[in-house]
């Protein structure tokens, strides 16, 4: 679901200029409106970058090591 509404919001930030804008000078404004978890608006809104594409890395990068912290207790707990 978290990758999901994350490639929406790209998606919305590719598709739509001035959403794109906010999203990059203030994330947390640009997010106030959308169906997104607590923990989803804080992560966007920690994110800082100049351009839509640094926006993207930032995020799929905290999302892979989300992933990978998530695997590495799976396999603790079994």
Same mark, same amino acid.
């Not at 919305?12 to 608006?41: G, H, K, V, Y």
């Given at each position: 679901?978290?990758?999901?509404?994350?490639?929406?919001?790209?998606?919305?930030?590719? @598709?739509?200029?001035?959403?794109?804008?906010?999203?990059?000078? #203030?994330?947390?404004?640009?997010?106030?409106?959308?169906?997104? @978890?607590?923990?989803?608006?804080?992560?966007?809104? #920690?994110?800082?970058?100049? #351009?839509?594409? &640094?926006? #993207?890395?930032?995020?799929? &990068?905290?999302?892979?090591?989300? &992933?990978?912290? &998530?695997?590495? @207790?799976?396999?603790?707990?079994?």
């Amino acid at each position: 679901m978290l990758e999901e509404r994350m490639h929406r919001l790209i998606g919305r930030a590719l @598709t739509d200029p001035r959403f794109r804008e906010r999203l990059l000078r #203030s994330p947390a404004e640009a997010i106030r409106d959308l169906p997104l @978890t607590r923990s989803e608006r804080s992560l966007v809104a #920690s994110l800082r970058a100049a #351009s839509l594409e &640094e926006f #993207s890395r930032k995020l799929v &990068e905290i999302l892979r090591e989300g &992933e990978a912290q &998530e695997r590495v @207790t799976q396999k603790l707990i079994l």
